[in-house]
């Protein structure tokens, strides 16, 4: 399998409502296939997470990856990866937290975003099998901006203050306020 091109802000198709899968789609070879090239894709672009439409597929499926070896994002722990179809997000606490967030459709660009910072999310397994988690803390926000593509979401719709919007070569991390995840 081969890592696709991600496709960027401006592309309508990142701006749809994501259908969902049914469960035999996800027992189907061809999500197989599909899954194999979000993984290669996630791991060629040095993300952590990646959605379906972010390589023209509009459909409801994201994979999510930490990895303590992520040149995009130091100081992070691993985390399981993640995959996960057709999801639904309750917030289990409204406090807000904000992280320094970057998108691989977005490239070259942060933006400072508060979300909530622990949410469920319910979704269907690799194996279609429902299951329900719950995250906090950085994890939660990469949920939410991975789980946010599949409504038509960008990182950019959800920023209350546009002049944090930054080109990354420009940012000096240690001059900013506010606890800094790149
Ligand atoms: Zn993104």
């Known amino acids: 399998m081969s890592a696709i091109e991600i496709i960027k802000m401006g592309n309508p198709l990142l701006r749809e409502v994501a259908e969902k899968f049914s469960v035999e789609e996800i027992k189907s070879p061809d999500t197989g296939l599909l899954l194999e090239d979000m993984w290669d894709s996630l791991e060629a672009a040095g993300g952590i997470g990646l959605a379906a439409p972010q390589i023209g597929i509009s459909k409801q499926l994201a994979v999510i990856k930490l990895s303590e070896d992520s040149d995009r994002y130091p100081d992070m722990e691993d985390s ?81 203050d546009i002049t944090t919007l930054m080109f990354e070569d420009e940012m000096i991390f240690e001059e900013l306020d506010e606890e800094v995840l790149d």
């Open 80 to 160: 399981e990866a993640f995959v996960i179809f057709n999801p639904e997000i309750t917030v289990l606490d409204k406090t807000e937290q904000g992280f320094w967030e970057g998108c691989l459709s977005v490239p070259g660009l942060r933006g400072f975003v508060e979300r909530p910072r622990k949410i469920r999310v319910d979704f269907l397994d690799e194996g279609a099998q429902p299951r329900s988690i719950e995250v906090e803390d950085f994890l939660a926000t990469v949920f939410q901006h991975e789980l946010d593509h599949l409504i038509g979401k960008l990182y950019v719709d959800r920023m209350k």
